[in-house]
């Protein structure tokens, strides 16, 4: 099993200009998270997939984010423009997500172990 | 006041020794927590998880204890190594918009002097 591949892992641009980051998740697995990890902040999640929907966004910092999943097998985060604060480590993970009851009427999505990929690291000058 | 910086918390150990990793989480709800290892330069990797009708899980040379009453959760590696240093991170499952996902601690610095 190759386990979750990103690329590039590693990236240096110019403010202003775009930058698109690429995951591969491991075949199976159907849910796909995209991390930021940073000295000050730590690791933080911006998104998250589940059967290629996103189901929570709340993290993504503003409308410069954005991330889609055409199919299974890819998910791209892209940062237009990008700015010097955006300088982090963005890894991609994915999992194996069932659904649990909550309640009577409830239905949750349970995340069990996250497979995180070797991680894009983004310097932006 | 503002942070300046994350200053993980470390622990500095002699190898052979055994160490002890602990974490606080938040929501008593959380019913699975997960233990990830994170070496320089790369991702975090899965060592071992325990859910919330467990008190203690052992691996290989891991032993993860969990204390519901405080909201406590320990990583216990026996005959620590060199590889073992890594920062330690703490994952609890949190209810978000109808689903469980992952939130993580801040990590533990774990230097291993040989």
């Known amino acids: 099993d190759a386990g979750v591949i990103q690329s590039p892992r590693h990236e240096v641009t110019e403010m202003g200009q775009e930058v698109t980051l690429r995951c591969k998740p491991i075949?199976?697995?159907?849910?796909l998270f995209w991390y930021r990890q940073t000295m000050m902040r730590g690791l933080e999640l911006l998104i998250y997939f589940n059967n290629n929907v996103p189901i929570d966004d709340s993290g993504m910092p503003e409308d410069r984010f954005s991330a889609k999943m055409p199919n299974a097998s890819f998910s791209t985060l892209k940062i237009q423009p990008s700015e010097p604060r955006d300088s982090a480590v963005y890894f991609c993970?994915?999992?194996?997500?069932?659904?649990?009851?909550?309640?009577?009427?409830?239905?949750?999505?349970?995340?069990?172990?996250?497979?995180f990929g070797p991680g894009t690291r983004l310097t932006v000058l | 006041g503002e942070s300046v910086g994350l200053h993980l918390p470390t622990l500095s150990v002699q190898e052979g020794d055994n160490s002890i990793i602990n974490c606080a989480y938040s929501?008593?709800?959380?019913?699975?927590f997960i233990w990830y290892k994170q070496e320089s330069g790369k991702g975090p990797q899965f060592i071992i998880d325990?859910?919330?009708?467990?008190d203690k899980r052992q691996g290989q040379r891991v032993t993860v204890l969990l204390n519901k009453t405080v909201k406590h959760l320990s990583l216990q590696i026996a005959a620590t190594q060199p590889g073992d240093s890594a920062v330690y991170f703490c994952a609890e499952n949190i209810s978000s918009g109808g689903s469980y996902i992952p939130t993580f601690g801040r990590g533990t610095s774990l230097i291993v002097h040989p």
């Open positions: 993970a994915s999992s194996l997500t069932t659904r649990v009851a909550g309640g009577p009427s409830q239905k949750f999505l349970q995340t069990d172990t996250q497979y």
């Open positions: 325990i859910r919330s009708n467990m």
């Open positions: 929501n008593s709800a959380s019913d699975y």
């Open positions: 075949s199976g697995h159907n849910s």
